[in-house]
C-alpha cells in the first residue's frame, strides 16, 4: 500500500511539473505573439503541445500564429485536432471558420460560423466572419441581413463597409454609398470603405469625389 502511494504522489508530483512547464510555454508564446514575432512563438506553443497533446489552448494559439504567417493550411489542421478534444469550443470554431474563409472555403467557414452561432447566439464576432463568407458565396440577400444584425452589436467601420458591398452587390448604390461613408467617418484610415467608395464614385461619373479618397490614402501611406 506505502508503494502504491509513493507511486501516486510521484505521478501527481510529476503531472503537475508538466501543467507548470506548459503554461510557460504557453506564456513565452504569447509574449512572442504581442511583439510580433510569430515564428518564435510557434515554437513555444509547439513545446506546450508536446508536452500536453491533448491541451485545446496550446493548438488553438498555434494555429493564431501560424494564420498571421499565412500559413493557413497548417493553422486548419491545428485547429482540426483542438475540435477532437472540444467540438463546442467557441474560440475554435470562430477562428477555424476564420481561416477557412481565407482559404477559399467559403461554404466550410459559414458551417463552423453557424454552429458556433447557436451555441452562443451574441458572440459578435461571428457576424462580421458571416458576412464575409456569404458575400463571397453570392448570397446577398442573407448577407444584408447578417450584417443589420452584426450593426445592432456595434456600428463600427467593418459592419458598415461590409453592409455596404452587400447593398452594392444588390445594385443599391445608393444605400452602398451611405455606408461606406459612415464607415469612413467612424475610421478615416479605414483603407477598404475608402476604396469601396472611390471606386462607387468612379462609377457614378464623380472622379472629383473619387480622387479626393484616394489621394487621402497616398498621403497616409508616404506617412
Known amino acids: 500500500m506505502k508503494r502504491i502511494l509513493?507511486?501516486?504522489v510521484m505521478v501527481t508530483l510529476t503531472m503537475s511539473g508538466y501543467g507548470q512547464n506548459v503554461k510557460k510555454f504557453l506564456k513565452a508564446g504569447e509574449t512572442f505573439?504581442?511583439?510580433?514575432k510569430y515564428e518564435d512563438a510557434v515554437v513555444q506553443y509547439t513545446q506546450a503541445i508536446t508536452l500536453k497533446p491533448s491541451d485545446v489552448?496550446?493548438?488553438l494559439a498555434r494555429?493564431?500564429?501560424l494564420e498571421q504567417l499565412g500559413r493557413y493550411e497548417e493553422a486548419y489542421n491545428d485547429l482540426e485536432r483542438a475540435l477532437v478534444f472540444d467540438a463546442k469550443n467557441i474560440d475554435v470554431l470562430f477562428m477555424t471558420g476564420r481561416v477557412c474563409n481565407s482559404m477559399g472555403r467559403y461554404d466550410e467557414a459559414l458551417r463552423h460560423l453557424?454552429?458556433?452561432?447557436t451555441l452562443a447566439k451574441r458572440e459578435e464576432r461571428l457576424y462580421p466572419e458571416k458576412v464575409r463568407s456569404l458575400l463571397e458565396l453570392g448570397q446577398y440577400d442573407i448577407a444584408l441581413g447578417t450584417s443589420d444584425t452584426?450593426?445592432?452589436f456595434r456600428e463600427n467601420d467593418v459592419n458598415l463597409y461590409q453592409r455596404g458591398l452587400a447593398f452594392e452587390r444588390l445594385n443599391n448604390d445608393i444605400r452602398a454609398r451611405k455606408d461606406f461613408e459612415k464607415a469612413v467617418s467612424k475610421?478615416?484610415?479605414y483603407e477598404p470603405a475608402r476604396l469601396a467608395l472611390a471606386d462607387l464614385l468612379i462609377r457614378n461619373g464623380d472622379l472629383e469625389g473619387a480622387t479626393e479618397h484616394v489621394d487621402y490614402l497616398?498621403?497616409?501611406d508616404d506617412r
Do not use: F, H, V
Not at 33 to 36: D, P, R, V
Not at 114 to 117: E, K, T
Open 6 to 8: 509513493l507511486l501516486l
Open 33 to 36: 505573439m504581442k511583439s510580433g
Open 57 to 59: 489552448d496550446g493548438y
Open 63 to 65: 494555429a493564431e500564429a
Open 114 to 117: 453557424n454552429y458556433a452561432g
Open 150 to 152: 452584426a450593426l445592432l
Open 187 to 189: 475610421n478615416k484610415r
Open 218 to 220: 497616398i498621403a497616409e
